[in-house]
T-cell receptor, first 116, second 112 residues
Framework: GAGVSQSPSNKVTEKGKDVELRCDPI?????LYWYRQSLGQGLEFLIY????????KSGLPSDRFSAERTGGSVSTLTIQRTQQEDSAVYLC??????????????FGQGTRLTVV | QKEVEQDPGPLSVPEGAIVSLNCTYS??????FMWYRQYSRKGPELLMY????GNKEDGRFTAQVDKSSKYISLFIRDSQPSDSATYLC????????????FGKGTMLLVSP
């Protein structure tokens, strides 16, 4: 596609429910990143994929959070038993190659998650 | 002290003004510095990337890094209403998007 696409754009869920957030990276991009942007906070790194592998998942805040990537393309971030503190904008980014800051990463528009 | 400090604003300026946006940091190991622009309800987009110290210019934008003071700046000349956005600084000690530490962002409002 032309850019990184995330769905849904907005998600309201009840506390305790599971949610899945989807990211379609730019075609051909091998690296994929998930970030979280909470109100009044900076972007917080969650997990990095190179191909289908996740060499760095150090940012996942708890074992309720998991992510996978299939076919070196689409990625899904799953949050189980959602809590109100999970409310945030979840951003996905992709880049042609990984581990190089001078290779631009392009961000999607984000999924705004609200847990009520 | 937080690793990266950035005034949240909002910073309001008239069209045509020179804008100065700043971040301070505490980790002396940071050597990769980036500025992102984020429009409302959109993802961040990379504006400027600088390695180590010095200045970098791209059109109306100039990025400065002063490692001795642990201070980075983004200058916008001839500001336009379309520059109204939140500007995020980001920095890292090693190459890699997973290691970036982001500031909270400064909201800029340029009035016509």
């Amino acid at each position: 596609g032309a850019g990184v696409s995330q769905s849904p754009s907005n998600k309201v869920t009840e506390k305790g429910k599971d949610v899945e957030l989807r990211c379609d990276p730019i075609s051909g991009h091998t690296a994929l990143y998930w970030y979280r942007q909470s109100l009044g906070q900076g972007l917080e790194f969650l997990i990095y994929f190179q191909g289908n592998s996740a060499p760095d998942k150090s940012g996942l805040p708890s074992d309720r959070f998991s992510a996978e990537r299939t076919g070196g393309s689409v990625s899904t971030l799953t949050i189980q038993r959602t809590q109100q503190e999970d409310s945030a904008v979840y951003l996905c980014a992709s880049s042609l190659v990984g581990w190089q800051v001078n290779t631009e990463a392009f961000f999607g528009q984000g999924t705004r998650l609200t847990v009520v | 002290q937080k690793e990266v400090e950035q005034d949240p604003g909002p910073l309001s300026v008239p069209e045509g003004a020179i804008v100065s946006l700043n971040c301070t940091y505490s980790n002396s190991a940071f050597q990769y510095f980036m500025w992102y622009r984020q429009y409302s309800r959109k993802g961040p987009e990379l504006l400027m990337y600088t390695y180590s110290s010095g200045n970098k210019e791209d059109g109306r934008f100039t990025a400065q890094v002063d490692k001795s003071s642990k201070y980075i700046s983004l200058f916008i000349r001839d500001s336009q209403p379309s520059d109204s956005a939140t500007y995020l600084c980001a920095m890292s000690a090693v190459a890699g998007y997973s290691t970036l530490t982001f500031g909270k962002g400064t909201m800029l409002l340029v009035s016509p």
